[in-house]
């Protein structure tokens, strides 16, 4: 079973448009993540949940808005897409806000032409 | 702040060769230290940790050693293998804190 998976694996997309991507972990846990990995490989935290409440929320784009249906999902949406957002987008979960272990979802590769 | 520095890559070895990849870190207190690894076209995957000084953190036939003294948390392994070409990342968490990842180093090994 996969622990923590994403959707789509792929999007290609216009610059202007306005795309989801969507994560679910079946682990139990508490605490979720979003990151964006550019084309050197640099990991950037960008949001956190914990209990579906934001708790990290780094200096984002307000293009760029997390939503937590439930602790079991944290999805990303974002408006408006430039070419700068091109990166894999990494979803990752952690047992609670005070564990340290992340597990990582296999990233979302969003090409905006 | 806490931040972490690992060396630039990428980093070419031969099959057996023997792998450093150096980490230093800068935390206030007692951090936590790991490496992830990310094989191509996946997510990060925990290799190892360390929670306390001295300790050593040991998988896959990779080590590293929580030093305080010196602030550092190499990686190491005796002899590398084509399928652990990847990029490694040095990590802290102080205090439960988010995870800090270094910059990355891109392993290749060739047969």
């Known amino acids: 079973d996969t622990a923590v998976s994403q959707t789509p694996k792929y999007l290609v997309t216009q610059m202007g448009n306005d795309k989801s991507i969507k994560c679910e972990q079946n682990?139990?846990?508490?605490?979720m993540y979003w990151y964006k990995q550019d084309s050197k490989k640099f990991l950037k935290i960008m949001f956190s949940?914990?209990?579906?409440?934001?708790?990290i929320n780094e200096t984002v784009p307000n293009r760029f808005s997390p939503k937590s249906p439930d602790k079991a999902h944290l999805n990303l949406h974002i408006n408006s897409l430039e070419l700068g957002d091109s990166a894999v987008y990494f979803c990752?979960?952690?047992?609670?806000?005070?564990?340290?272990?992340?597990?990582f979802g296999p990233g979302t590769r969003l090409t905006v032409l | 702040g806490n931040s972490v520095t690992q060396m630039e890559g990428p980093v070419t070895l031969s099959e057996e060769a023997f792998l450093t990849i150096n980490c230093t870190y800068t935390?206030?207190?007692?951090?936590?230290l790991f490496w992830y690894v990310q094989y191509p076209g996946e997510g990060l995957q925990l290799l190892l940790k360390a929670t306390k000084a001295d300790d050593k953190g040991s998988n896959k036939g990779f080590e590293a050693t929580y030093r305080k003294e010196t602030t550092s948390f190499h990686l190491e392994k005796g002899s590398v293998q084509v399928s652990d070409s990847a990029v490694y990342f040095c990590?802290?968490?102080?205090?439960?804190?988010?995870?800090?990842f270094g910059a990355g180093t891109i392993l290749r090994v060739k047969s």
């Open positions: 990752a979960s952690q047992r609670g806000a005070l564990e340290n272990e992340q597990f």
């Open positions: 949940y914990n209990n579906k409440e934001l708790i």
């Open positions: 682990l139990g846990h508490d605490t």
């Open positions: 990590a802290l968490s102080a205090y439960g804190n988010k995870l800090v």
């Open positions: 935390a206030t207190g007692y951090p936590s």
